[in-house]
């Protein structure tokens, strides 16, 4: 399995960025999917979920009507569209991928699986 990210840079603050995961050996129908950042001395956090099929979507509230998650089935690829940047943004971000029945709950822990957890290389993004 293989969630391979793209789309990290630097930008100004209110600036734009896109990334995007493509899946590998796993499909979005049998597995949520999300975005996961951290910043240096922090504590991974959840940022944006996708619910297996990407039915539901949820978001962590520091992003919530500035970060949009599309998927697109035909590439297996979840895209997150950031806005608004802000310095606090800045973070390495991190694909993941699970089996999961409650998206939200996984958002609050995405360490946290009871089923095979993968996650994607990271890609920095830096907000100034």
């Known amino acids: 399995v293989q969630l391979v990210e793209s789309g990290g840079g630097s930008v100004q603050a209110g600036g734009s960025l896109r990334l995007s995961c493509t899946a590998i050996g796993i499909t979005y129908s049998t597995h949520c999917m999300g975005w996961s950042r951290q910043a240096p001395g922090n504590e991974r956090e959840g940022v944006a979920v996708a619910s297996t099929g990407g039915i539901a979507t949820f978001y962590a509230d520091s992003v919530k009507d500035r970060f949009t998650l599309t998927l697109d089935p035909s590439k297996n690829t979840l895209y997150m569209d950031m806005n608004s940047l802000q310095p606090d943004d800045a973070a390495v971000y991190y694909c993941?991928?699970?089996?999961?029945?409650?998206?939200?709950?996984?958002?609050?822990?995405?360490?946290?699986?009871?089923?095979?957890?993968?996650w994607g290389q990271g890609t920095q993004v830096t907000v100034s």
């Open positions: 993941a991928a699970t089996r999961c029945t409650d998206g939200g709950a996984w958002l609050k822990a995405p360490n946290l699986s009871p089923f095979p957890l993968y």
